[in-house]
């Protein structure tokens, strides 16, 4: 059971770790699309379609990110 505590705890590190960089990386353009992806919500309006094709693409990305380790 530790040794799997310890793994668990390895491949988070380097999760949270590449998610970091990647962040660091890329700060301007994460927060453009932080700002896109709130928009819908801070103006109280249902997201228009290309609205919901970039969040989704988003959401696709950021899977493949995690997935790729």
Do not use: C
């Not at 949270?16 to 660091?24: F, N």
Request: aromatic residues 4%.
């Amino acid at each position: 059971m530790a040794e799997n505590q310890g793994k668990t705890t390895m491949n988070y590190a380097s999760i949270a770790i590449a998610a970091v960089e990647a962040l660091v990386e890329n700060g301007p353009v994460i927060v453009e699309d932080i700002s896109a992806l709130l928009k819908p919500l801070k103006e109280g309006r249902a997201p228009t379609a290309d609205e919901w094709t970039f969040a989704e693409k988003q959401l696709d990305a950021a899977n493949a990110a995690v997935q790729a380790g």
